[in-house]
């Protein structure tokens, strides 16, 4: 486990601030290097409540009335919308749909703004749960000119700043300007730098994909959310191709939701839930999240461990299968931006022909180590950090293990400290060949060891 993640959706900020400072205690007790990541609640205008503290059986063929209308408790086959604008444009004849698909219901009469709807797929209705409205096969896309972060998002983001969250994961993300707007935000108002990820969640994100990439700090593929929007023949071309925007613009993405659903109750998951892992994994995705399994399910450490075993297994037979070479895209700007490319890539080369144990990379703001994980090379990378914020963020590229050092002017001394506390973690031992390249800056004119690739051999 790199990241844990938590959903302002859901508990108490108190709760909250117990799960952090836990992990912060066990980071430093135990010498772990567990980032945290918080996750914004977004614009509640997709979501509905039945009242019910659990899951409600929608039978078919019930009439259910969905209103704006606030009310406390729970009333029988009544559901309250978040937002009093939600059944604009809706006509009679629509489908409602919950989550996706758990449960469908046929608008039969508007009255006033709210929908008299009839169950007509029977299922499962969660608590909170999302909806769309389709017709003709198709989703019906309005426009409800609502801001990205609520006010309830902005009071959580200062909470995530005043405990030190590693990551901000901004949820219904439709372009660049609110990651920028935030990021500009936490500029003034956070002295450390705090990583923003873009949450892929809707029809209007994958429009303007590319832009928001760009601006982000890296990706999430809610694929639950992206559900309800995107028919689900199509999810599996989407998610490659979000995956795909991402490695070509060197940003790290997590695939997210329903992983490993069936273990939520099980303790073994579905032959088809490995696939989706495995296929998760040869699309390149730098990290897997679980989510209800982890979070309400009753084997979330098996979970954790079959997630590990079968990405591992998976990783290993495309190395094997020779699947893992990858053509990366001309990034850099400066000269010094596409030397440091250069040197990533034919590092990697180079590491994977003369099977080297490991590649030692030391790095101010972690540039260089995100270049060699997106190469996918078959050793592990050590990244030397004298930055605890880079130290975190790096948690989430693929094949990279971070560790804070001091660091100096002088390469040849850091690599012989690093040797030696890694021979001393038992992470190398004598006799490995290690590669070694560097991004740190130089504060003197000595050193054409920091744009050079070097091969030492463990004492």
Known sequence: MNVARLNMCHNTREWHLDVIKKIKRLNEEKGFCVSVMIDTEGSQIHVVDHGAASTVKAEEGSVWLFTAEQFDGLRPFTVQANYEGFSEGIEVGDILVID????????????????????????????????????????????????????????????????????????????????????????????????????????????????????????????????????????????????????????????????????????????????????????????????????????????LAVLRMVSSRMELWSREENKHILHQRQLGVSLTDRIAEQICNCAVEMANNLGVDAIFVYTKYGHMASLLSGNRPCPPIFAFTNDSDTRMALNLQWGVIPLLVDLSDDMEGNISRTMGLMKTKGMVKPRDVVLVVSDLTPTIRNSSAFQAIQVKKVD
């Open 100 to 303: 996706g698909g758990m449960a469908s219901f046929e608008v039969i009469e508007k009255v006033g703004n709210a929908l008299c709807c009839k169950c007509t797929d029977p299922g499962l209705f969660l608590p909170r749960a999302k909806f769309s409205f389709w017709r003709d096969g198709k989703l019906v896309e309005r426009n409800y000119g609502l801001s990205t972060l609520s006010p309830k998002d902005w009071a959580d983001i200062d909470f995530g700043i005043s405990e030190g969250v590693d990551f901000i994961s901004l949820s219904f993300v439709n372009n660049a300007d609110s990651i920028s707007e935030l990021k500009n935000y936490l500029s003034t108002k956070s002295s450390r730098c705090i990583r923003v990820l873009a949450k892929i969640e809707s029809l209007e994100s994958l429009q303007k994909l590319e832009e928001i990439v760009e601006a982000s700090d890296g990706i999430m593929v809610a694929r639950g959310d992206l559900g309800v929007e995107v028919p689900l023949e199509q999810i599996p071309t989407v998610q490659e191709e979000i995956t795909r925007v991402c490695r070509e613009l060197n940003k790290p993405v997590i695939v997210a939701s329903q992983l490993l659903e069936s273990m939520v109750e099980y303790p073994t998951p579905t032959r088809a839930e490995v696939a989706d892992v495995s296929e998760a994994v040869r699309q390149f995705a730098d990290a897997l999240m679980l989510s209800g399994e982890s979070a309400i399910g009753s084997y979330g450490q098996k979970a």
